[in-house]
């Protein structure tokens, strides 16, 4: 029965191949879950879920330093409000299309329902490539962006936040123009600054999560992080604060990598040079390439977007840690990860491992944390931002983190035991399926109690 549903979704949804990906993984995860409620399968909770509630589209013109007229896409998909206002982030980025932002908008749903905190699902972005733009265009192109999507926002309605190409700075000139053009102060974006109502921990957040979330899973199995070598993908938000954990918790991270290629130092990334990484990539925009030409430990290797893997995943390791962006590791780089040693992997990116990567690793008992458990951690923190905002109050970093951390055990213990409740085999008992289900459970029964409106 799960079946008609999803081909409802890929017929009624053509050419948007990450989002029926997206579905097909929670669908076939719920097959267990279907045919214990009927009265899910009678209010047609499976087809809801994966409609979005309203998706916003628009366009974004804009004028760049040479004085020529630009225009981008602009999109906000409101998934699903069952248990919260929409929340999720903004990506700007060249490849940002429908499929990519209902994915990810699918995705968030569950996710947030697994904080634990009472947050619907939502995503949104541009198509447009901050890279290479001065700070002026950035501003200029947030503010002609929020022009259409303010009217839409509300604290209480939908509240975005950051991902790919929006950190600090682009949430700074998104939430200026949306103050001026609400004319009220209100927590209506996360990742705020830290003197004008952002959450401590917020920028750290989604990276601690997932280096959490990677201990509970060693940790359960009588491990832990000392010692172990990491595999870092990415060298932005994510990828800086999941290293600056990995060395808090005792592990050696020894890559880190952009679109344009990757580093390998051996002798481990350490604090001052995770510090020379976060000043290459925040304030100086710069390649990772650079890493090298500062430290000889390391080797820069290109990659080539167009190889059949990624040699960044053929490096010795114990653990993965894939902090870039979606599909990033295939079947063959999964196999080269095990073959390597790696024996866990926690997805601090939203879908980073293709759908035959997964298998291989839930396969070869590999541990394996999926992104809407293990990156929860950002939008769990948002969570509390938004908790703060309403109160009126800042809470201590060791406060936060210390929420943070118990939200992300949490997640870990409830994933597990939704999986063990619903599975027919031992096989069954792994992460993607117990966060499919808890995280689905609470919005459906939401749902339920709300009737089909
Ligand atoms: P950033 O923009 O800070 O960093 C993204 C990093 O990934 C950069 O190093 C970038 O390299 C690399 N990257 C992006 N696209 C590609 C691509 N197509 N191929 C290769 N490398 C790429 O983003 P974040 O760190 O915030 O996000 C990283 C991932 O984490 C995303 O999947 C995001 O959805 C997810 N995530 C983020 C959260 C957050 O709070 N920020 C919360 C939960 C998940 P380059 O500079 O060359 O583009
Ligand atoms: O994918 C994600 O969870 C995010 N980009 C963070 C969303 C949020 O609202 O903090």
Redesign the pocket.
């Known amino acids: 029965m799960t079946k008609d549903a999803f081909n409802k979704v890929t017929s009624t949804n053509p050419n948007e191949p990450e989002f029926h990906q997206a579905v097909k993984e929670v669908f076939d995860s719920l097959i267990p879950v279907m045919e214990k409620h009927p009265e899910f399968r009678a209010a047609k909770i499976l087809e809801r879920i994966a409609e979005p509630e309203r998706v916003i589209m628009f366009s974004v013109p804009w004028v760049d330093d040479r004085g020529e007229v630009q225009v981008n896409k602009g999109f906000r998909i409101e998934m699903n409000s069952a248990i919260g206002p929409y929340?999720?982030?903004?990506?700007f980025h060249p490849t940002v299309n429908l499929s990519i932002l209902k994915f990810?908008a699918f995705?968030?749903i569950f996710?947030?329902s697994l904080t634990t905190l009472p947050?619907g699902g939502?995503?949104g972005g541009s198509n447009f490539d901050p890279k290479g733009k001065s700070d002026n265009e950035v501003m200029r192109f947030c503010q002609a962006f929020m022009r259409e999507l303010f009217r839409h926002l509300g604290p209480n309605t939908d509240?975005?936040?950051?991902?790919?190409g929006v950190g600090g700075r682009e949430i700074g000139y998104l939430f200026g123009s949306y103050k001026k053009l609400a004319n009220e102060f209100t927590g209506v974006l996360?990742?705020k600054g830290g003197n004008w109502g952002g959450s401590l921990i917020?920028p750290e957040?989604?990276g601690y999560g997932a280096v959490y979330f990677a201990e509970e899973m060693l940790k359960a199995n009588g491990k832990d992080l000392k010692g172990k070598a990491c595999l870092i993908s990415g060298s932005g938000n994510v990828a800086q604060f999941a290293a600056e954990k990995v060395l808090d918790l005792g592990g050696k991270v020894v890559t880190f990598s952009d679109s344009s290629g990757f580093i390998y130092d051996e002798q481990g990334i350490d604090r001052d040079k995770l510090a020379f990484v976060m000043e290459l990539k925040n304030v100086k925009r710069g390649r990772i390439k650079e890493f090298a030409d500062k430290y000889n430990s390391a080797v820069y290797t290109p990659v080539d977007a167009n190889a059949d893997h990624n040699p960044l995943w053929g490096v010795k390791a114990d653990v993965g840690l894939p902090c870039a962006t979606q599909n990033e590791i295939n079947a063959k780089d999964a196999q080269n990860m095990i073959n390597n040693g790696v024996m866990c992997v926690s997805e601090g990116a939203?879908m980073p491992t293709q759908p035959a990567a997964m298998e291989l690793f839930l396969d070869k008992g590999v541990l394996f944390g999926p992104?809407k458990a293990s990156?929860?951690g950002?939008?769990?923190?948002?969570?509390l931002?938004m908790s703060q905002n309403s109160l009126r109050l800042s809470w201590t970093r060791e406060e936060v983190d210390n929420r943070l951390h118990n939200i992300m055990k949490a997640i870990h213990k409830n994933s597990l035991e939704a999986a063990k409740t619903y599975a027919k085999t031992d096989k069954e008992v792994n992460y993607v399926n117990g966060a499919n289900i808890a995280g689905f459970l609470k919005v459906a029964n939401a749902m339920l109690d709300q009737g089909v409106i």
């Not at 929340?87 to 990506?91: A, E, H, N, S």
């Not at 509240?159 to 790919?164: F, Q, R, T």
């Not at 950002?378 to 969570?383: E, M, R």
Request: charged share 25%.
């Open positions: 929340k999720g982030g903004l990506r990810l995705e968030q996710k947030n947050l939502g995503k509240v975005p936040a950051g991902d790919i996360t990742g917020r957040a989604t939203n992104g990156n929860a950002g939008v769990a923190v948002s969570g931002e």
